[in-house]
């Protein structure tokens, strides 16, 4: 399955034209290395977002689970009292430990990585569920119209700027009606606000009526849920969106991606893998957890 290609034609990962594996440039539309070194097939069998969605569904999952195994570990309970959201909800330790994010971690411990790695944690079994629903609703569209590499990019990015506009204004601020007031956060609903933002931005920039019509609706969706239910990081929601627009500006989707577009995206996975490790190792060392 994972066998490199290294004769023949494939087809190139931007336009879609036939290309020579080994071509330098794609003469269609300029793309360096249109058959990706020969793992093009390869990729192009993940679908057009190179697995990335499944990525985040099993990587949230995977560290939910492990979250919660933490927190036994801790000698907390997981079984949440209260409401239905609190449902199966790892222990604040075990959730720092991975690298959730807010004022407190941020300004009050200097944990300021942990932006980047909070959009894959989850605080109850409610929350993981509709979160992941959500990105599959939402990325394997946003991958169609920029591409596996470019939304791994705005998945990250718009994620962090939607912790750093929460951090930030809990720290400074004080409490708002409606916004509430948290110390720390995590959830991929920044993430995903982000890729809605930036979905946005194309279906405005292309005149798709439809499509701008269906994101306005989710937006307005999410702004109201947030307002109505407690314990929601709208400011999370909202530098997420902001991050997700401003990215799908940056990034044009009407433009093909490009090589550096696939260095961009290994190296936010590459750092969000480094910002969970930094927070465990971190947590250990300075607070004697583990």
């Given at each position: 399955?994972?066998?490199?290609?290294?004769?023949?034609?494939v087809?190139?990962?931007?336009?879609?034209?036939?290309?020579?594996?080994?071509?330098?440039?794609?003469?269609?539309?300029?793309?360096?290395?249109?058959?990706?070194?020969?793992?093009?097939?390869?990729?192009?069998?993940?679908?057009?977002?190179?697995?990335?969605?499944?990525?985040?569904?099993?990587?949230?999952?995977?560290?939910?689970?492990?979250?919660?195994?933490?927190?036994?570990?801790?000698?907390?309970?997981?079984?949440?009292?209260?409401?239905?959201?609190s449902?199966?909800?790892?222990?604040?330790?075990?959730?720092?430990?991975?690298?959730?994010?807010?004022?407190?971690?941020?300004?009050?411990?200097?944990?300021?990585?942990?932006?980047?790695?909070?959009?894959?944690?989850?605080?109850?079994?409610?929350?993981?569920?509709?979160?992941?629903?959500?990105?599959?609703q939402?990325?394997?569209?946003?991958?169609?119209?920029?591409?596996?590499?470019?939304?791994?990019?705005?998945?990250?990015?718009?994620?962090?700027?939607?912790?750093?506009?929460?951090?930030?204004?809990?720290?400074?601020?004080?409490?708002?009606?409606?916004?509430?007031?948290?110390?720390?956060?995590?959830g991929?609903?920044?993430?995903?606000?982000?890729?809605?933002?930036?979905?946005?931005?194309?279906?405005?920039?292309?005149?798709?009526?439809m499509?701008t019509?269906?994101?306005?609706g989710?937006?307005?969706?999410?702004?109201?849920?947030?307002?109505?239910?407690?314990?929601?990081?709208?400011?999370?929601?909202?530098?997420?969106?902001?991050?997700?627009?401003?990215?799908?500006?940056?990034?044009?989707?009407?433009?093909?991606?490009?090589?550096?577009?696939?260095?961009?995206?290994?190296?936010?996975?590459?750092?969000?893998?480094?910002?969970?490790?930094?927070?465990?190792?971190?947590?250990?060392?300075?607070?004697?957890?583990?």
């Open positions: 399955m994972f066998k490199r290609q290294k004769t023949g034609s087809v190139c990962a931007s336009c879609g034209s036939l290309v020579g594996v080994n071509d330098a440039q794609c003469y269609t539309c300029g793309r360096r290395n249109p058959g990706l070194w020969g793992f093009g097939p390869v990729l192009r069998r993940l679908g057009h977002d190179f697995g990335f969605v499944t990525l985040v569904v099993y990587g949230c999952s995977a560290l939910y689970v492990l979250s919660l195994l933490l927190t036994l570990e801790d000698g907390q309970s997981i079984v949440g009292g209260g409401s239905i959201m449902i199966l909800a790892p222990g604040e330790l075990a959730t720092l430990r991975l690298g959730i994010s807010g004022p407190l971690p941020v300004f009050g411990l200097h944990m300021w990585w942990t932006i980047l790695s909070a959009g894959w944690l989850h605080g109850s079994a409610l929350h993981i569920l509709f979160n992941m629903m959500a990105m599959r939402i990325g394997p569209p946003a991958a169609e119209v920029y591409g596996g590499a470019r939304t791994v990019i705005i998945y990250t990015v718009a994620s962090a700027c939607g912790f750093v506009l929460s951090s930030v204004a809990n720290h400074v601020l004080p409490p708002l009606p409606f916004l509430g007031e948290v110390s720390v956060t995590l991929a609903s920044a993430a995903i606000c982000g890729l809605v933002g930036a979905l946005l931005y194309y279906s405005r920039r292309t005149g798709s009526s499509m019509s269906q994101l306005s989710y937006v307005v969706s999410i702004a109201v849920f947030g307002l109505l239910v407690r314990g929601i990081d709208n400011f999370a929601h909202a530098g997420g969106f902001a991050g997700g627009y401003l990215l799908g500006m940056w990034l044009d989707p009407l433009k093909p991606e490009r090589v550096n577009h696939i260095a961009g995206a290994v190296a936010c996975l590459a750092a969000t893998v480094l910002a969970i490790a930094a927070s465990f190792i971190w947590v250990t060392t300075h607070l004697g957890a583990g």
